[in-house]
């Protein structure tokens, strides 16, 4: 089942008379459950196109179906009901509430949707035992590391359940040790849970985990790369093995 | 790598039979590495022959007897040597590609651009399956293989880099000119172009 669709996806820059196409004409389909890296050069229009996603940011023309919601109508209001309820965010710089613990902060989706603290509390625990967190719900961010915050925000986009979870260079900021466990939450996210999500990255290893690879480039999508069921497993086995024996 | 080096590095560790030499291969270097029973009986003949290893053979009741190895001290020094001399990795594996990649900007049936993103696409696919890979293994039992499949990532990574830069240098390459190679001089050359003024 298709969950997020645009359709001549456009966002205008600059003057009526000299426009700059950050994005032009994107028409792009996700699955329920399909994990989506968008990648692309610097300003080939990926962050736009995720904020378009995410009703952070509103298109020129063209639309975004979020389920059977089109977004590029709703106002502000219900584009803050659609977001709390049915969107997770990610950022590159994690930000979680510094005078928070790493449970308060996962909770507070939950408290500002109306959810009685207790009940928060007790499922932004649940939340952060699945990102392996569990022993760090009561440290405050500036306690922890960049992995470890990360994991927070993760948990924080997971909690709601969301639809679907946006993440914009998620491990940007992060070695490659914390990058690879980030991108294995990420990637056990959408195993076991079924959870549906689009990432932004400029690294070939984050973007690997995914089902499938979107190419920007000027505004466009240039490529895309289905990476899931290619069963090339066999041979890289047998290309291992064999530059183990001759070389 | 050569089963030869290997095979005189386990026996530095002590004396053995080929069997256990082949027990031993699998578990130490790589669970992933089948090398056949008779590719080390030929390695064996072929290092005795060669003075690095020696035998004796150990008789044993109600069956064959069987010959137990053991390192040579010319054999110890050739070990030495090899773990000492560095591996060249062979950078020429990326020939082919380059070739493909410069040909296609003198013009062609098929685009740069086309011919990058066809590259880029098996590198990616073959980038997942390692990770893949990589998340089947367990650190308890195959931390060799681990090894090999985190080296297989690097190196993809810098491939998929440096496409990335191609794609980049694009631009800039589909204007480049070679230089011209400067005529040859025909018959009896001028004063002017022999003292090199153009």
């Known amino acids: 089942m298709t969950i997020v669709r645009t359709e001549q996806l456009t966002k205008l820059y600059g003057e009526a008379s000299q426009p700059i196409y950050a994005l032009d004409k994107v028409n792009l389909?996700?699955?329920?459950?399909?994990?989506?890296?968008?990648?692309?050069?610097?300003?080939?229009?990926?962050?736009?196109?995720?904020?378009?996603?995410?009703?952070?940011?509103?298109?020129?023309?063209?639309?975004?179906?979020?389920?059977?919601?089109?977004?590029?109508?709703?106002?502000?209001?219900?584009?803050?009901?659609?977001?709390?309820e049915s969107l997770g965010f990610v950022f590159q710089f994690f930000n979680l509430i510094p005078v928070l613990t790493a449970q308060e902060n996962v909770a507070m989706p939950l408290i500002l949707d109306g959810v009685p603290r207790p009940e928060a509390l007790?499922?932004?625990?649940?939340?952060?035992?699945?990102?392996?967190?569990?022993?760090?719900?009561?440290?405050?961010?500036?306690?922890?590391?960049?992995?470890?915050?990360?994991?927070?925000?993760l948990a924080r986009a997971l909690v709601t359940k969301p639809a679907v979870v946006l993440a914009d260079e998620p491990t940007g900021n992060l070695d490659s040790k914390s990058s690879d466990e980030v991108v294995q939450m990420l990637r056990k996210a959408v195993d076991q849970w079924h959870q549906t999500l689009i990432l932004v990255t400029h690294d070939p290893r984050v973007a690997a985990y995914a089902d499938r690879i979107v190419f920007l480039k000027d505004g466009t999508i240039v490529d895309e790369n289905r990476l899931k069921g290619q069963g090339k497993a066999d041979q890289i086995r047998e290309q291992l093995g064999r530059v183990a024996i001759s070389g | 790598m050569s089963v030869k080096y290997t095979l005189l590095a386990l026996l530095y560790q002590h004396p053995m039979h080929g069997y256990e030499l082949g027990k031993q291969l699998n578990t130490v270097v790589n669970a992933e590495w089948d090398v056949k029973p008779g590719q080390i009986a030929s390695t064996l003949t072929r290092?005795?022959?060669?003075?690095?290893?020696?035998?004796?053979?150990?008789?044993?009741?109600d069956a064959p007897d069987r010959k137990v190895y053991c390192i040579t001290e010319e054999g110890q020094r050739e070990l030495e040597s090899w773990y000492l001399s560095a591996e060249v990795r062979d950078y020429r594996l990326g020939d082919a590609f380059y070739i493909k990649f410069v040909l296609s900007l003198v013009g062609g049936p098929v685009s740069a651009e086309q011919v990058l993103m066809a590259q880029r696409r098996e590198l990616f696919q073959q980038l997942h399956q390692v990770t893949e890979l990589m998340r089947e293994a367990d650190p308890q039992?195959?931390?060799?293989?681990?090894?090999?499949?985190?080296?297989?990532?690097?190196?993809?990574?810098?491939?998929?880099?440096?496409?990335?830069?191609?794609?980049?240098?694009?631009?800039?390459?589909?204007?480049?000119?070679?230089?011209?190679?400067?005529?040859?001089?025909?018959?009896?050359?001028?004063?002017?172009?022999?003292?090199?003024v153009e």
């Open chain 1, 29 to 84: 389909d996700v699955e329920e459950g399909e994990f989506v890296a968008i990648m692309g050069p610097s300003g080939s229009g990926k962050s736009t196109l995720l904020y378009l996603l995410g009703g952070l940011d509103t298109p020129s023309s063209g639309k975004v179906w979020i389920r059977d919601k089109d977004i590029s109508v709703m106002n502000d209001d219900a584009l803050s009901a659609l977001r709390r």
């Open chain 1, 122 to 153: 007790q499922r932004a625990n649940a939340s952060l035992a699945q990102v392996g967190m569990a022993e760090r719900a009561t440290h405050r961010p500036s306690e922890l590391s960049g992995g470890q915050q990360q994991r927070a925000a």
């Open chain 2, 47 to 61: 290092l005795k022959e060669a003075n690095l290893v020696d035998y004796e053979v150990e008789e044993i009741d």
């Open chain 2, 141 to 196: 039992t195959q931390l060799p293989w681990i090894l090999l499949l985190e080296s297989a990532t690097m190196h993809l990574e810098a491939d998929l880099r440096w496409i990335e830069m191609c794609e980049a240098r694009l631009p800039a390459l589909k204007r480049y000119e070679p230089p011209k190679p400067a005529p040859k001089a025909r018959g009896r050359p001028k004063r002017k172009v022999a003292e090199g």
